[in-house]
């Protein structure tokens, strides 16, 4: 159990605000915690091990940002090992909330294939699989595609929250972990509680499973990952 919380719209002090939320979410988890913003081209993250409470951070002003509180199942309590995890190009980030239960047998092939792994957790595998199906495609429909073909080879119950710079969208989908969705005037907002949502959101909307939204500046596309149908 993780909790995740993550906003996309207009400029603001995003990185505070999603260490605030994730403070209301630390009861999910407390071995870890991290913050990505998008912000000049490039994904700055701040993480540290240990309980939130008292986090601060020193983060500039961005339209995009996600975090996450870890309560860790795959790979021990350390700084490599806490989320948000890179691929290898630093053009996505990746939190997830659940266990990939087939994570070996992914991060063998992803091995042999070149792909180079620097924590021990099972959710740097989707960081790479998406990498991988991504290529240089840069199209927010692109990277639903490639979030919905790596989702779609894990096993088990998962939740887990894409970070692209370059379409600057948060692409999300699950299967049984929980994740809820929320707006109001200035943006999007996604979460694994709507405790998270309070204070930030005018309505919310829980996924179905298999259910893949995409938040962004121009508002938020739901899709069946299994056949890309619309979900309005």
Known sequence: MCGIFGYVGAEADTGDMVLQALKRLEYRGYDSWGVAVGV???????????????????????????????????????????????DSTGRIAVIHNGIIENFRSLRATLVEDGYHFVSDTDTEVVAHLVSKALGDSESPEAVRAAVAGAFMQLRGLNAIIILDRWSRTLTAVKHVSPLVVGRNGRGSFIASDTLALAGHADTVSYLEDYQLVQLSHIGIVSVDVRDSSPIP
């Open 40 to 86: 000049n081209g490039h994904i700055e993250i701040e993480k540290s091990v240990g309980k939130i409470g008292t986090a601060m951070l020193d983060l500039p002003a961005s339209d995009i940002g996600f975090g996450h509180t870890r309560w860790a199942t795959h790979g021990g309590v350390n700084y490599a090992n806490a989320h948000p995890i890179r």
